[in-house]
């Protein structure tokens, strides 16, 4: 899989998150698979980017800082889904 050979590589950052019954492009899916896929991506965004961090959006609530870095991101979160 994907994230074994990014471990592989030396990522030592990589997490894997299933949703059952996807098909790929899970963020453009129907709610019932989008809504899990996003829960995950805004805990690992919680986790990569601390609670009260404006640096980046200094105008923006956190849920919504967390919504514009992954629309920042979602290259790079696409290729590791």
Do not use: K
């Not at 995950?40 to 967390?66: C, E, K, M, S, Y």
């Amino acid at each position: 899989m994907l994230a074994g050979r990014l471990r592989l590589a030396g990522l030592r950052d990589v997490t894997l998150q299933i949703v059952e019954g996807a098909r790929h492009e899970t963020l453009n899916e129907v709610p019932l698979y989008r809504e899990p896929a996003l829960a995950g991506l805004f805990a690992w965004l919680d986790r990569i980017v601390p609670a009260g961090d404006t640096a980046a959006h200094p105008r923006l609530n956190a849920r919504d800082q967390r919504a514009a870095l992954a629309g920042a991101h979602r290259r790079r979160i696409l290729l590791c889904m």
